[in-house]
């Protein structure tokens, strides 16, 4: 049974004469016979009373025009659903992204492109690296901006941007006056972190395990402003993005410095829409991110 015997079969229904219906649908009256009764002949039963000047739906004939609408209908919004999403200038984008990038990266990237798109619309959702993974992997986010590297055959990382790692120490703290700090100064005291299987901890461990570093760390949370408020009532110092902004804490530079590499991570084991497939072209080439300092720009 095609689609369009059942918008012929319908409007049969609705006109009740064969030589009529044919001119409007602008078929032969012996084309329309056809499909009537191809229709009856799958259903096993007449759909139509055989009136002396036209035809009237029977109760067989109700039931077939009562799901015959409903299919049309769904295969309507299916061609509506499918051409929004070759539409890149409209639609609905999912992004993930690591909590610390929401207050600078991702505001930025999304006001700038619904500026030049504004039918374009997004479902953020902040998490720490793992959870943005698991929701990439899932398909509940069609990009991510995480970091570091994920690693996996499956997902497409890029890297667009750096930022440094600074030493976050109350304002008070005898480190806060200093112009640089070297790693084997942080010794003596003691840390807080964010939770092992965060991007901003993986990144930290590596550097102190390539300095033969064992940080003491006293705390562990799974938020970014947690930390920084742990460190600004003085619980323990930690590694911060040099984004990171929080009255009472000092952020101090490391002599030898540890970066953050920020990148657009996409699945290639799902498809994806033309809006995403834009919206990433668009943080990727069109946005310019790679190369600049961000903390300059904040």
Same mark, same amino acid.
């Given at each position: 049974?095609?689609?369009?015997?059942?918008?012929?079969?319908?409007?049969?229904?609705?006109?009740?004469?064969?030589?009529?219906?044919?001119?409007? !649908?602008?078929?032969?009256?012996?084309?329309?016979?056809?499909? @009537?009764?191809?229709?009856?002949?799958?259903?096993?039963?007449?759909?139509?009373?055989?009136?002396?000047?036209?035809?009237? !739906?029977?109760?067989?004939?109700?039931?077939?025009?009562?799901?015959?609408?409903?299919? =049309?209908? $769904?295969?309507?919004?299916?061609?509506?659903? @499918?051409?929004?999403?070759?539409?890149?200038?409209?639609?609905?984008?999912?992004?993930?992204?690591?909590?610390?990038?929401?207050?600078?990266?991702?505001?930025?990237?999304?006001?700038?492109?619904?500026?030049?798109?504004?039918?374009?619309?997004?479902?953020?959702?902040?998490?720490?690296?793992?959870?943005?993974?698991?929701?990439?992997?899932?398909?509940?986010?069609?990009?991510?901006?995480?970091?570091?590297?994920?690693?996996?055959?499956?997902?497409?990382?890029?890297?667009?941007?750096? $930022?440094?790692?600074?030493?976050?120490?109350?304002?008070?703290?005898?480190?806060?006056?200093?112009?640089? @700090?070297?790693?084997?100064?942080?010794?003596?005291?003691?840390?807080?972190?964010?939770?092992?299987?965060?991007?901003?901890?993986?990144?930290?461990?590596?550097?102190?395990?390539?300095?033969?570093?064992?940080?003491?760390?006293? !705390?562990?949370?799974?938020?970014?402003?947690?930390? =920084?408020? !742990?460190?600004?009532?003085?619980?323990? @110092?930690?590694?911060?993005?040099?984004?990171?902004?929080?009255?009472?804490?000092?952020?101090?530079?490391?002599? $030898?410095?540890?970066?953050?590499?920020?990148?657009?991570?996409?699945?290639?084991?799902?498809? $994806?829409?033309?809006?995403?497939?834009?919206?990433?072209?668009?943080?990727?080439?069109?946005?310019?991110?790679?190369?600049?300092? =961000?903390?300059? =720009?904040?």
């Amino acid at each position: 049974m095609r689609i369009e015997e059942i918008a012929q079969f319908r409007a049969l229904a609705a006109d009740g004469h064969l030589a009529d219906t044919a001119d409007t !649908l602008g078929v032969s009256q012996s084309t329309l016979t056809r499909t @009537i009764a191809k229709l009856e002949a799958e259903m096993g039963v007449e759909l139509f009373d055989r009136k002396k000047n036209h035809l009237e !739906l029977n109760q067989y004939g109700e039931i077939l025009l009562a799901h015959g609408i409903r299919a =049309q209908t $769904e295969l309507e919004e299916a061609r509506a659903r @499918i051409d929004a999403l070759r539409d890149p200038s409209a639609g609905t984008v999912s992004v993930a992204y690591v909590s610390s990038f929401g207050h600078w990266l991702i505001p930025r990237v999304v006001s700038e492109y619904r500026a030049l798109f504004p039918d374009i619309r997004f479902v953020l959702r902040g998490g720490t690296a793992d959870t943005v993974l698991d929701a990439l992997r899932e398909g509940a986010a069609d990009l991510a901006f995480t970091s570091p590297d994920p690693r996996d055959r499956e997902i497409e990382w890029r890297p667009l941007t750096s $930022e440094r790692l600074a030493v976050g120490v109350p304002d008070a703290h005898p480190l806060a006056g200093r112009a640089v @700090i070297d790693v084997d100064d942080l010794e003596p005291f003691e840390f807080v972190a964010l939770r092992t299987g965060s991007g901003l901890r993986h990144i930290a461990d590596a550097y102190f395990a390539r300095r033969g570093i064992v940080p003491n760390i006293v !705390l562990e949370v799974t938020e970014l402003v947690t930390l =920084q408020a !742990l460190v600004r009532d003085g619980v323990g @110092i930690a590694l911060l993005p040099d984004s990171s902004t929080e009255p009472g804490v000092t952020l101090v530079p490391l002599a $030898e410095e540890a970066v953050r590499v920020i990148g657009l991570a996409r699945n290639l084991a799902r498809s $994806e829409s033309a809006a995403a497939s834009q919206f990433a072209r668009f943080v990727r080439e069109e946005l310019g991110l790679d190369g600049r300092r =961000q903390g300059a =720009q904040r």
